[in-house]
């Protein structure tokens, strides 16, 4: 356990469902991060949120929708998403006085049909 | 554009030998180096990491090298384990940024 917890581990939705993703960390970080990995890519920057305040969107399409209720707490809301979406969806976490990066969650493998 | 490249998708070697792990980065603000290790079905775990103003940062059989003027960073893993075999990922951050930018992994195989 790394101390950012990610639910569901594994989701399968169709291309019409509405799902969320959830990110949580108690490790008193200040900034929280959806990251994609798709097979044999780098992984890929999506969303930054600096103390609840979305600082950066990667140029990720609507149908992906992030929400940040406090520093702790980092949702995902998909709708209508499509088969090329299915990936690795990682959520990490960093603190100012972290000399270690990011902490990750173990992510949520999503598979859309 | 990617800034942070490891051209070796796979690695194998054998139980005991070396492993060097291989990683370029074209944005000359990056100032921290970090490898990620990675299991299937588990996210990203912390390995080690050198700061621009090091060339060489050691942590048990694990050594990262960093050439600035190559704009190149490698991961020594000596004596390599079977537990070693994992997906291996570069990352690099620029000053005073919280974003971090990765290669697309190196998966190690170590054969007993």
């Known amino acids: 356990e790394t101390g950012v917890t990610q639910t569901p581990r594994h989701l399968v939705m169709g291309m019409t469902n509405k799902k969320s993703l959830k990110c949580e960390q108690h490790?008193?970080?200040?900034?929280m991060y959806w990251y994609k990995q798709s097979a044999k890519k780098p992984l890929e920057l999506m969303f930054v949120?600096?103390?609840?305040?979305?600082?950066e969107n990667n140029s990720v399409p609507s149908r992906f929708s992030p929400e940040c209720p406090n520093s702790s707490h980092l949702f995902l809301h998909l709708h209508t998403l499509q088969p090329e979406d299915s990936a690795l969806y990682l959520c990490?976490?960093?603190?100012?006085?972290?000399?270690?990066?990011?902490?990750f969650g173990s992510g949520t493998r999503l598979t859309v049909v | 554009d990617q800034q942070v490249k490891q051209n070796s998708p796979s690695l194998s070697v054998q139980e005991g030998r070396i492993s060097i792990l291989n990683c370029d980065y074209t944005?000359?603000?990056?100032?921290?180096f970090l490898w990620y290790k990675k299991y299937p079905a588990e996210g990203p775990t912390f390995l080690i990491s050198i700061s621009s103003i090091k060339d060489k940062n050691e942590d048990g059989r694990f050594t990262v090298f960093l050439n600035k003027s190559a704009k190149h960073l490698s991961l020594h893993i000596v004596p390599s384990q079977p537990g070693d075999s994992a997906v291996y990922f570069c990352?690099?951050?620029?000053?005073?940024?919280?974003?971090?930018?990765f290669g697309a992994g190196t998966t190690v195989t170590v054969r007993a």
């Open positions: 990352a690099a951050s620029a000053i005073g940024d919280y974003k971090l930018s």
């Open positions: 490790l008193g970080h200040n900034a």
């Open positions: 990490a976490s960093t603190g100012r006085a972290s000399n270690y990066g990011y902490t």
């Open positions: 949120y600096n103390f609840k305040e979305q600082t």
């Open positions: 944005n000359s603000m990056f100032d921290y």
